[in-house]
């Protein structure tokens, strides 16, 4: 199933492309000999620059641990030994960190299943119907990914009075679900395009109706791509932060990035060793999902984009 | 009529049956289509609508808005400040984009020539960077540049920069839009590395062949072979990057709140902000979101089009 693609998609978010460590060019003899003398070099510049880009996420893991009486030094600690767990019992003790994850969780809940249930239907009318509109659709679905987020949030923020609808969980998961769905269309389409009509057509002169064979057939071999854009639902819910901002007025309403902002802001001298905990905690699910889906999704995102 | 009275009676019926089949895909997708119309299209509508209308406080409290034509568009691209803030977005999304390209395309070079451990090392460090939730990035790079405990005033200072130590970025314009160019290139770079480096990765392997038998030197396979081919895909991404660089507002709105004035940091995602939630004027916020939408369709008017006729030609295969 790892055919199925979403190529040259136009989305914000992580869109996720995975090329495999196998699909490096291979290199003709000749190339290779010469340029085995400057492989050393060239591999110590990519360690490199691997250290740079993740020394922030590390820094962060780091401070978490450290002790508070060994953070507040002139000398970073760039070791977390001693290790003390102090910032993270901190953070669990806190009632608005629980209270934020709760509310996140429950918009990432509801966007996710309504996403993907949405999703799911509309790309099966557009994979596998012809009807009027279809190309509009497909249409609209491009636009929608390139309209400015910032450009809108006025009208939405009135849109959402006007309804009493502010500081709700329907409210957020109203404006994150119109954000992630056409995108959910878009990837679940590559998807079901993937699995050949054929298969269901064979189940159909074996005698199921067309829609038992969509069932019985196509439906088993999605599993991956419900999967997929599942996490996307949830990557882009977990991680909002300017319609939470905008929509979430009321303080004890927060979602965790909001939490995450009060909570490094609320007093004078930062408890930096909290906030990298918080930032942590909030991260670690997020980091471990992207990982298990970007095995999953091949390198599918720009095939065929260069051979036409 | 001509029409034998004896086939009348089979025509509706077969309409219906056609009908039918043709009702299933309009319920399948009603409920994205809904979706999307409430949370974007009417807002969209409305928006457009209310930056034609006065709109202010006392709109909010009941009072009929007033149709006031152009005057927020002309108040918005007249006013000395929101044209420095327009100004300002452009100038901070191109050196964004172009820190982002160059650094991006350079990994993504870096990939297809090292070992397979070090690429390997390379990617996984780029996806940790791409799974950071904004607000997180945000926060970790405000405690990277804390003037008196940050690691980077430490470090400046050790390297010999002695004005460093205890130097408040966030308190003057400049530091706080390199602090902020930092945090949007670092975050940007995985995507822009990993889809340069599918395109890369595409150009077959014969055709590279083919230049090294006629004696291309490896710079000049790169050159001319490798990055043309490859150049459709780059062009995307930094098509996409201008796209999101022009409206970052996280990244300022954070860094803002522990720095200087904020007039003179706006760019113009925090702008419309500020004046919508912030002053309460929907109505001048709304011209300058209008703005901002037409902007980024005036940009993005040649890659749209190109993917709607893909599309097209696809659906009348």
Known sequence: ?308 | MTTDPGLTPAVPAARRRHRRTQLTPYLLVAPVFVAVIVALGYPLVRQIVMSFQEFGLRQQFGQAPEWVGLDNYRTVLSDPAMLRVLLRSIVFCLVCVVLTMVAGTALAVLMTVVSRWARLALQVALLFVWAMPVMVTVTVWQWLFDSRYGVVNWLLSHLGFTGMEGHAWTADPMGLFTVAALIVVWMSVPLVAFMSYAGLSQVPAEVMEAASLDGASAWRRFRSVMLPLALPVIMIVGLLQIVWDLRVFTQIYVLQQNGGSTDDTNLLGTAIYRLGIGQGDYGMASALATVVLILTLLLTWKYISTLVNQQKEAAAR
């Not at chain 1, 299943?113 to 994979?127: D, E, I, N, R, W």
């Not at chain 1, 079901?192 to 088993?220: K, N, Q, W, Y």
């Open chain 1, 1 to 308: 199933m790892s055919t199925s693609t979403f190529s040259r998609t136009p989305h914000g978010g992580p869109s996720r492309t995975g090329p495999s460590p196998a699909a490096g060019s291979p290199a003709p003899a000749g190339r290779r000999k010469r340029r085995r003398r400057s492989r050393p070099v060239l591999n110590a510049i990519a360690v490199l620059a691997a250290l740079v880009w993740v020394f922030p996420v590390y820094w962060m893991v780091n401070t978490a641990l450290v002790p508070t009486s060994e953070l507040f030094t002139l000398t970073p600690r760039f070791v977390p030994f001693p290790t003390s767990f102090e910032h993270f019992s901190g953070v669990l003790r806190d009632e608005k960190f629980w209270s934020a994850l709760r509310m996140s969780a429950i918009v990432a809940l509801v966007v996710v299943v309504l996403a993907v249930l949405f999703g799911f239907l509309a790309a099966v009318a557009v994979s596998r119907f012809r009807f009027r509109g279809r190309g509009a659709l497909i249409m609209l679905v491009i636009l929608v990914q390139m309209l400015p987020a910032e450009a809108l949030f006025i009208s939405q923020f009135r849109m959402l009075d006007d309804w009493n609808l502010l500081s709700s969980v329907p409210g957020l998961s109203l404006l994150c679900l119109g954000g992630i769905v056409p995108f959910t269309v878009w990837l679940l389409r590559g998807f079901i395009d993937g699995v050949p009509v054929e298969l269901e057509e064979a189940a159909m002169v074996d005698g199921c109706s067309r829609v038992g064979a969509f069932f019985r057939v196509t439906l088993p071999l999605l599993g991956p791509g419900l999967v997929t854009s599942s996490v996307f639902a949830f990557l882009h819910t977990w991680n909002e932060y300017n319609l939470a901002l905008i929509v979430m007025t009321k303080t004890d309403h927060a979602t965790l990035p909001l939490w995450l902002r009060s909570f490094s802001s609320e007093t004078s001298a930062t408890d930096w060793g909290g906030v990298m905990a918080g930032s942590t905690l909030i991260a670690v699910p997020v980091i471990a999902l992207f990982l298990s889906v970007h095995s999953r999704m091949g390198s599918g995102l720009v095939a065929g984009a260069v051979k036409g």
